[in-house]
């Protein structure tokens, strides 16, 4: 049975820390006890085969080679990061349970060993912990707000998430990051370390890095901690994000930091207390404080799956709602591959395909259409997500689906987004269409996103013939027709349009439009947030 490391003061000789999700040196809670706990040290990993399975519905591939890629850059970061502390990273392929009963076996240290590893929530990693045949010691270190802190008990948990934010803002701290100690105490003499596997071994081919991605960057600890410094220090991005956090092409719209987040390669206090010195240093505005409420909803969806479990996963939902989804795959193939004929839609999933990323404003937009247009199954969508997503996190990733299907934690009923009001919302001029659907690229300005409502001589102009170089679309919703004949907007989103999948954070994201008016709207409509956060007469 796993004992919190606070209720735990006797030391062990040795001690095995397992990584699963928490890749880093700074701020790990579970290293640091670990530590703290032995005078030898086992950092351990473990490429579990249950994560390379297929999915639990319809078998995808459960880590896909994007998302398993940026997973292999992780762990190799740490056993660098780990050599610079003097010690080393403990490989194997197996099941962490079954690993650590061999290693204990081998170096036969039954009566002077505790294992320690941070909490997860959601089913298939706790049973791991409870598979565990030694002392355990587990540590919650996933999020901004620690479960130890917040002011009220789990069933109390707010099902929405603006409740949730505001009862943590005005009475929840956010703890100090922990200083790990330069040198870490030594491997016991002799063991075997194990090697990284090549992406070959899962069955995958190193993907292609594609010259248009919006995410160049490479897995683990180093390249996030770089990015945290660029996007703060060195581009001051930070002080725009509110204002470009919808963009859809290039690597600085929004943060990026969700991949990272994903796989713990960074903390969310890391980052919460670099926005933090950043405001004392250079400026607090509307943006520096949006991205640490991006964060807030990180750790809402952690905690809404610590609250309903399994309910995360079921077709009806936390709200237990029967909903009579559909599984027609022909559809769920058109919407898989980027061909519903709908070239918004199309131009997001490509690029999903293509590069582990999409952003935002896309996430939203292809999750209302397979689950309001389309009335698909959600689940095809999350197991789809889960297996591309570079930033996939489980509470996130699904809990979002929830919200965006209508029976997760989200207060207005039947949300519905215009997705070609969206895209020449968020794509006015048709740039990020063309980039995605080169067939497309001679259908200049915004009209792209309407290609089925153009003429033959417009088609023919732009070297298109609907049903054979681009699909006609597979659905027509009878809302678009209010926005197919007018001019690229620069302004707001829907009015439905509250919250979104955006940038900070792998399973979940922020709120509000960020363009012209609709951002003013959102704005007031978070102002008691904003007017908390640049009190004088509050706790920072």
Not at 37 to 45: C, D, H, V, W
């Amino acid at each position: 049975m796993a004992a919190p490391a606070s209720q735990i003061k006797a030391a062990a000789k040795y001690a095995i820390c397992v990584f699963r999700n928490d890749l880093r040196i700074h701020d790990n809670e579970a290293l640091f006890v670990a530590n703290q706990k032995s005078k030898i040290l086992l950092p351990l990993y473990c490429f579990d085969p249950r994560h390379y399975s297929g999915t639990y519905h319809f078998g995808f591939p459960k880590t896909g080679g994007h998302r398993l890629q940026f997973l292999i850059d992780s762990v190799a970061d740490l056993r660098l990061k780990l050599h610079s502390h003097g010690s080393d990273l403990i490989i194997r392929k197996g099941k962490p349970e079954e690993v650590i009963l061999d290693l204990i076996k081998t170096l036969n240290i039954e009566n002077d060993v505790v294992v320690v590893m941070h909490k997860e929530v959601t089913e298939e990693e706790i049973k791991v912990e409870s598979n565990i045949k030694a002392p355990l010691i587990t540590v919650w270190g996933h999020t901004l707000y620690h479960v130890e802190d917040v002011p009220f008990q789990l069933k109390q948990l707010p099902d929405v998430y603006t409740q949730f934010r505001q009862k943590v803002e005005d009475r929840a701290p956010i703890r100090k990051l922990i200083n790990m100690p330069n040198q870490l105490n030594p491997l016991p003499p002799g063991i075997s370390l194990g090697t990284i596997p090549p992406i070959e071994d899962f069955g995958f081919t190193a993907p292609k890095k594609d010259t248009r991605t919006a995410f160049p960057f490479s897995g683990g600890e180093t390249a996030a901690l770089e990015r945290l410094k660029d996007y703060l220090w060195v581009t001051n991005n930070v002080s725009t994000y509110k204002e470009t956090r919808n963009g859809m092409i290039g690597p600085d719209f929004s943060t990026k930091f969700s991949p990272w987040l994903a796989l713990g390669c960074i903390s969310p206090r890391q980052i919460y207390w670099e926005i933090k010195k950043y405001e004392k240093e250079r400026r607090a505005n509307q943006s520096t404080y949006w991205v640490i409420f991006e964060l807030l909803w990180r750790d809402y969806f952690r905690y809404v799956g610590l609250k309903y479990g399994n309910k995360l996963f079921f077709a009806g939902g936390i709200k237990g709602e029967t909903v009579q989804w559909k599984t027609n795959m022909e559809y769920f193939k058109a919407w898989q591959e980027g061909r519903t004929g709908i070239p918004y839609i199309d131009a997001n999933m490509r690029e999903l395909a293509a590069t582990g990323f999409m952003s935002n404003r896309g996430r939203q937009n292809v999750a209302s259409f397979l689950t309001k247009d389309l009335k698909l199954d959600w689940r095809l969508g999350a197991e789809w997500f889960e297996s591309l997503l570079l930033d996939h996190d489980v509470c996130s990733n699904y809990g979002n689906w929830l919200y965006s299907a209508g029976i997760g934690n989200d207060p207005r009923e039947n949300r519905k987004f215009n997705v070609v009001k969206q895209g020449l919302d968020y794509d006015g001029d048709g740039n990020y269409v063309r980039l995605w659907v080169p067939e497309l690229s001679d259908i200049k300005t915004g009209k792209v996103h309407c290609i089925w409502t153009l003429s033959n001589t417009q088609l023919e102009a732009g070297n298109v013939i609907l049903g054979q170089s681009y699909p006609n679309p597979i659905v027509i919703a009878p809302e678009w027709s209010r926005h197919v004949n007018r001019p690229a907007a620069s302004g707001g989103a829907d009015a439905g349009d509250a919250r979104g999948k955006g940038s900070v954070s792998s399973r979940g994201r922020g709120q509000g439009s960020g363009r012209g008016k609709g951002q003013q709207g959102q704005y007031a409509g978070q102002k008691r947030g904003l007017d908390f956060y640049f009190s004088n007469t509050k706790p920072k």
